[in-house]
């Protein structure tokens, strides 16, 4: 190949001219890829605003609603309050008529619980149940099978799923 005066700035100027080329295809690249990370930038500070905003409406929305819980529950339990209030009053009164209106506190109280889903149990001669009661005493020769609640010191309340608490119990042991 011989190369002559001519032909040699003509190959030089077409690799300058496509250096330049390249170039700014490469700048305007980068200049493309860094308004795209700013703009994913700006999109992820905006998701992070919104779960924050989230994340405190939703702090605030439980609290609300503790507060209405707390308010339904204290609303229901208001007429046994005032219940206790007029037995106080009458406390110098006739004795019977004074365990009589005590009686109706004790049962306005025992149906507020169950209409909040607490209902007393009644466990005597139950069979022990660890889920349901705690056991405080274990008696031997109760007449009673091994594991059979034989006496209740304090009742629990709810079911299986809820419960408030459970009841203390004498829990039938083997006859020695």
Do not use: I
């Amino acid at each position: 190949m011989s190369s002559t005066p001519n032909s040699r700035p003509n190959d030089d100027a077409r690799q300058q001219s496509q250096q330049p080329e390249g170039a700014e295809d490469l700048a305007a690249r980068v200049a493309e890829l860094e308004a795209r990370v700013a703009e994913l930038e700006d999109l992820r500070r905006r998701a992070l605003a919104d779960l924050d905003n989230t994340r405190k409406r939703m702090a605030r929305d439980l609290e609300r609603e503790r507060q209405a819980q707390r308010d339904e529950v204290s609303t229901r339990w208001l007429p046994v309050v005032d219940d206790l209030e007029r037995a106080l009053q009458h406390a110098g009164a006739d004795p019977a008529s004074l365990m009589e209106g005590v009686r109706g506190v004790y049962d306005r109280a025992l149906a507020t619980l169950r209409e909040l889903g607490y209902s007393r149990r009644d466990d005597m001669g139950a069979r022990f149940d660890p889920a349901r009661h705690e056991a405080v005493a274990v008696r031997t020769h109760t007449g009673s099978p091994p594991g059979t609640v034989v006496e209740v010191h304090q009742p629990g309340y709810g079911d299986d799923e809820h419960q408030l608490r459970p009841a203390l119990v004498s829990v039938a042991g083997k006859d020695q």
